[in-house]
């Protein structure tokens, strides 16, 4: 398996503008965890999925923020309309049956101007 | 998941044996102890669980005392390939859990 793939690995884009990241789990995870991390908050949870049902978003930092999961081997996050605060490295992850050791994707740079 | 805590940074030499202890005093009976390691530019890696005692992988030991209260991630003679932050987390292996990561261990190695 090719790990999980997360696209696009930079994204730079202008406020205002949405923007959608990809992630591709490990075939036959069934769970999936969306993160963020900056230097300043270090890597946050933002929301995961069990079996494609979201779980506990608790950690979305505002209704600009939102992530789906329509089918077990694909999940987007995406902000409307991103702010320059929203700049930072968005990294996915996925596990087998839930528990504690999870593989975690390259990470999407994003870059809001 | 239980909280931990663990020390914002290490330096150490190459060559030299790294211990880094992460604090769980409120470790459930089904909780299991994971470590990852976070390089610059990617995202973090799992290196090594356990329940109790010891185990050992061709990354690293994990020290894990009677009390399950602490744990200690051993890095045998590291190198400079080894500097990197490591995350200590504790929560129930068998069921689908959050993944709370702490602010981790800032590890540097040196020539």
């Known amino acids: 398996d090719a790990g999980v793939i997360q696209s696009p690995r930079h994204e730079v884009t202008e406020m205002g503008q949405e923007v959608t990241l990809r992630c591709k789990p490990i075939?036959?995870?069934?769970?999936l965890f969306w993160y963020r991390q900056t230097m300043m908050r270090g890597l946050e949870l933002l929301i995961y999925?069990?079996?494609?049902?979201?779980?506990?978003d608790s950690g979305m930092p505002e209704d600009r923020f939102s992530a789906k999961m329509p089918n077990a081997s694909f999940s987007t996050l995406k902000i409307q309309p991103s702010e320059p605060r929203d700049s930072a490295v968005y990294f996915c992850?996925?596990?087998?049956?839930?528990?504690?050791?999870?593989?975690f994707g390259q990470g999407t740079r994003l870059t809001v101007v | 998941l239980a909280k931990t805590t663990q020390p914002i940074s290490m330096d150490s030499y190459e060559g030299q044996e790294v211990n880094i202890t992460c604090s769980h005093n409120?470790?459930?009976?089904?909780?299991?102890i994971t470590w990852y390691q976070q390089f610059p530019s990617q995202g973090p890696r799992f290196i090594i669980q356990g329940y109790k005692t010891k185990v050992t992988n061709e990354v690293a030991s994990l020290f894990i005392p009677a009390d399950r209260k602490s744990s200690t991630l051993s890095l045998p003679r590291v190198s400079l390939s080894d500097t990197a932050v490591y995350y200590c987390l504790v929560g129930d292996k068998g069921n689908t859990d959050k993944l709370i990561f702490g602010t981790g261990t800032r590890l540097q190695v040196f020539p």
């Open positions: 075939s036959g995870h069934n769970s």
């Open positions: 992850a996925s596990t087998l049956r839930g528990g504690t050791e999870a593989f």
């Open positions: 999925f069990n079996n494609n049902v979201p779980i506990d």
């Open positions: 409120n470790i459930a009976t089904n909780d299991y």
